[in-house]
T-cell receptor, first 113, second 117 residues
Framework: EAQVTQNPRYLITVTGKKLTVTCSQN?????MSWYRQDPGLGLRQIYY???????DKGDVPEGYKVSRKEKRNFPLILESPSPNQTSLYFC????????????FGPGTRLTVL | AQKITQTQPGMFVQEKEAVTLDCTYD???????LFWYKQPSSGEMIFLIY??????QNATEGRYSLNFQKARKSANLVISASQLGDSAMYFC??????????????FGRGTSLIVHP
């Protein structure tokens, strides 16, 4: 089954404790991205990757890191989480052609205390 | 300025009636794509429909159609024969080329649709 998986689905952590949210897709997609969703703000892109070893900032990259060592994986790293990073996070992937649709993961609900 | 504007924070519709969710966009790019996604209360993002900027026909997927008016930069979603399961948040999105040459999607803030029995 073609899908994007994220882990964990739910996470409660404390300020300053490094965490990683994993994302994996099995569709051989070149383009992958991370979004955060906050009430009243819709989805905002954090980082994206056009291909292996190619990453770039989206609209709200501060406080986040990513890596793309393999085509299928695109982990999101919070080196020192803060309460304002409490949000719902989505990973998405799509083929290289930008006008094709993105496939979203199920979401990770993160709470930083 | 917002690239995607959804002016209706909330909409109500009677079951079996049609409903239109508004979306306007702003881009100077000639090649772009417009999307609608549905987000039910369970949280996942579900792709509904896509319209390319060069497509002359309005996109249609089952009960969903996209009313694309390029000159007005409008991409409204029309849901015919609403069902109770259509109650959800709906997001309009666009992918166009940034000044740096990359394609970064932009999402609107969403419209909450409630379907009444």
């Amino acid at each position: 089954e073609a899908q994007v998986t994220q882990n964990p689905r739910y996470l409660i952590t404390v300020t300053g404790k490094k965490l990683t949210v994993t994302c994996s897709q099995n569709m051989n997609h070149e383009y992958m991205s991370w979004y955060r969703q906050d009430p009243g703000l819709g989805l905002r892109q954090i980082y994206y990757s056009m291909n292996v070893e190619v990453t770039d900032k989206g609209d709200v990259p501060e406080g986040y890191k990513v890596s793309r060592k393999e085509k299928r994986n695109f982990p999101l790293i919070l080196e020192s989480p803060s309460p304002n990073q409490t949000s719902l996070y989505f990973c998405a992937s799509s083929p290289a052609v930008p006008t094709l649709t993105q496939y979203f993961g199920p979401g990770t609900r993160l709470t930083v205390l | 300025a917002q690239k995607i504007t959804q002016t209706q924070p909330g909409m109500f519709v009677q079951e079996k009636e049609a409903v239109t969710l508004d979306c306007t966009y702003d881009t100077s790019d000639q090649s772009y794509g417009l999307f609608w996604y549905k987000q039910p209360s369970s949280g996942e993002m579900i792709f509904l429909i896509y319209q390319g900027s060069y497509d002359e026909q309005n996109a249609t997927e089952g009960r969903y159609s996209l009313n694309f008016q390029k000159a007005r930069k409008s991409a409204n979603l029309v849901i015919s024969a609403s069902q109770l399961g259509d109650s959800a948040m709906y997001f309009c999105a666009m992918r166009d080329r940034t000044s740096g040459g990359s394609y970064i999607p932009t999402f609107g803030r969403g419209t909450s649709l409630i379907v009444h029995p």
